[in-house]
């Protein structure tokens, strides 16, 4: 089987975010980027459906040239083609990011057979790139999934809902949007990484429909306001610690 | 102008603050839902939404910001082409409309103009005061045949208490430093009848399953008191634990950034103040 996952290349955010100065954008000149937690299941799990029914597996992303680091990550891990949609760095909105990875999907030779998606992106989470990709090829859709099973040209996609899965079973060509907990993702090995480097790499550069969802600035959160009481240093805070829980009737 | 409101069911709490955000937007409010005798089937059931928006003339669809919320109103935007605004704080309609809206699971927000009308968003979970009751709530019907329907549903329900309804939630991080490494942390959370939790670097590196993870790809927790032992307080992990009413901080340096959302601090190793807490608790019971 033929299956495209798309991912997306997100800052590796620490414990405070720090915004540039037109507050237009996170300040990454200290930080790692890597791919989107949802993102980086679907890719393993695109990986294994491959290994367990044969084909081949392709990963797309849409974002800046730098955006290539994620693509190969995600070939060291398994994956064997990639597609970079490539971006100037300015954010598309996500119905530009939908038109621009239909466009790219319907003028692929062989059609997948499954298209995965994360359930939403850690940074902008609009939840939707997805579903409209999906409508627009007028294929299935099943969102929130932490279950795949492939069988006789259809698929069983289990979604998470509060205290189980809901069982969804549709025919292929379907698209699927994935959550982190589908699979525990593989780390790459170094000979893995060293043939990422020479698999093969489909850059071009769409065009930016004007955004429909148009971020005007970014800001922080207010601060919760807090204000930390220090119980103490080591084990001898713990009757402190058990006055606290005593306190607000949980012990 | 009118503006519609889904509602998952007249109970269920995010819709009643979706009802609640929906009433400042002005304008004659209505409450629908789609009737569920044939199952959830989301293309359908967006249809049906899609179909009231233009009969009615509505100005706006408000959807909760609860999985199924973001999934019907992204339907509803792909059906009708219109942009959609995902977890709303605040929204203004007009030409353009203006929204506020969660980021990073709310670490950080944006102010967008949203091009396009009726205006479809969805609303943050505790982004407003519920409405006291939903009344009246039109159910829609959901006609029409697609192979995207619910077939059966699966319960992973497990035995004890659960992470999303625990008081009191004792979570791990990669402090922790390995899976035996959590048996204190599992002692503490059942001497106080709690739940363990742990962070995405735990999960990560496969010391827990992922339904352990609290986060912002993982479980959202809303404790009266949430314990994070060795985590260092990374905006992932905290889109998971800000709904805690406390938060105590266990963590061996002092400038860990938990500590600028923690109610409580100890400063110091895990492995030492953990089996130091159980250890007063069995005292103060006498056990």
């Given at each position: 089987m033929n299956i495209l996952v798309c991912v997306k290349r997100v800052p590796l955010t620490g414990g405070k975010i720090v915004l540039t100065e037109d507050q237009r954008a996170i300040s990454t000149r200290h930080l790692g980027f890597t791919v989107s937690p949802h993102e980086e299941c679907g890719a393993e799990e695109a990986v294994r459906l491959v290994e367990a029914h044969g084909g081949s597996c392709t990963v797309l992303t849409l974002g800046p040239p730098e955006a290539e680091e994620q693509l190969r990550d995600m070939m060291a891990i398994g994956v064997d083609t990639a597609i970079h949609l490539v971006t100037g760095g300015e954010e598309w909105d996500p119905q530009a990011t939908a038109r621009a990875i239909t466009d790219a999907i319907r003028s692929q030779g062989e059609p997948f057979d499954l298209i995965l998606f994360g359930n939403e992106s850690a940074d902008a989470g609009n939840y939707q790139v997805a579903i409209r990709v999906a409508y627009a090829l007028g294929l299935p859709v099943v969102t929130g999934v932490k279950g795949i099973a492939v069988q006789d040209g259809q698929v069983r996609l289990e979604q998470e809902v509060s205290g189980g899965r809901d069982v969804y079973v549709v025919p292929m060509p379907a698209v699927a949007t994935v959550k982190e907990g589908l699979n525990l993702p593989r780390y790459p090995s170094v000979p893995g990484r060293m043939r990422a480097k020479r698999k093969p790499l489909d850059a071009s550069n769409p065009s930016r429909d004007e955004?429909?969802?148009?971020?005007?600035r970014l800001k922080t959160p207010p601060g919760s306001g807090k204000q930390v009481e220090v119980l103490g240093n080591g084990a001898e805070a713990a009757p402190a610690v058990v006055e606290v829980l005593s306190g607000l009737g949980v012990l | 102008m009118s503006v519609l409101v889904f509602v998952e069911s007249a109970e269920d709490e995010l819709s009643a603050q979706a009802v609640a955000f929906a009433a400042q937007l002005g304008g004659e409010l209505e409450a629908v839902t789609v009737d569920s005798a044939g199952g959830y089937a989301p293309p359908l059931w967006a249809k049906a939404l899609s179909d009231a928006l233009r009969e009615r003339g509505a100005g706006a669809l408000v959807g909760p910001g609860t999985d199924r919320g973001n999934e019907l109103l992204s339907h509803v935007a792909a059906i009708l082409d219109l942009p959609m605004a995902a977890n709303c704080l605040s929204a203004t309609l007009g030409s353009p409309a203006t929204v506020t809206r969660m980021r990073w699971g709310g670490s950080l927000l944006e102010e967008a103009n949203v091009h396009g009308s009726p205006l479809l968003l969805t609303v943050a979970p505790h982004a407003v005061a519920a409405a006291p009751a939903i009344d009246g709530v039109t159910s829609l019907s959901a006609d029409g045949e697609t192979p995207?329907?619910?077939r059966e549903r699966v319960s992973t329900a497990t035995a004890g208490v659960s992470l999303e309804d625990a008081d009191v939630v004792v979570s791990g991080g990669r402090g922790v430093g390995s899976a035996e490494g959590f048996g204190i942390i599992e002692e503490l959370a059942q001497l106080l009848g709690g739940a363990v939790g742990c962070s995405r670097a735990v999960t990560s590196a496969g010391w827990?399953?992922?339904?352990?993870q609290v986060g912002q790809t993982g479980t959202k927790v809303s404790p009266e008191i949430y314990i994070a032992c060795g985590?260092?307080?990374?905006t992932q992990h905290m889109a998971g634990c800000k709904g805690a009413k406390k938060l105590l901080a266990i963590n061996p340096?002092?400038?860990?950034?938990?500590f600028a959302s923690a109610d409580y601090a100890v400063v110091g190793d895990l492995h030492e103040v953990v089996p130091a807490i159980s250890a007063e608790i069995r005292k103060v019971r006498g056990t």
């Open positions: 955004p429909r969802l148009e971020m005007v | 995207v329907r619910v827990r399953p992922h339904t352990d985590i260092s307080g990374a340096d002092a400038e860990a950034s938990i």
